[in-house]
């Protein structure tokens, strides 16, 4: 094995730690927050029409959402307007979910 595929690996390797540790890091927090797994629950209000909607995301995973800080840049699902939602304000209450 040569020199540069072995730092390939090692970088490849440090990534993955670093995200296998962030992960971790939102699934106890949503677990303490009452949402499953490394999806986040918000419920937004549309700026444009008005209209509130939830919104299940992955944290760090946007493809379909500019981040700007911690408020994202996105369609609504109501209206297709372009708006600013904000991701932290509208985050929903912890709601005890069924037995685990
Ligand atoms: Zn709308």
New binding site residues.
């Given amino acids: 094995m040569s020199l540069a595929s072995l730092l390939g690996l090692a970088i490849a390797a440090v990534v993955l730690v670093l995200l296998v540790v962030y992960y971790a890091w939102v699934y106890r927090r949503n677990s303490a927050l009452g949402t499953p797994g490394v999806i986040s629950r918000v419920r937004l209000t ?1 700026p ?2 008005g ?1 509130t909607f939830d919104l299940d995301y992955v944290p760090g995973a946007a493809v379909t959402a500019f981040r700007l800080g911690r408020s994202r840049y996105m369609a ?1 699902p ?2 297709h ?1 372009w ?1 600013t939602f904000d991701m932290t304000r509208n985050r929903l209450p912890v709601e005890p979910r069924g037995a685990r």
Avoid: A, E, Y
């Fill in positions: 549309c444009k029409c209209g609504c109501l209206c307007k708006s």
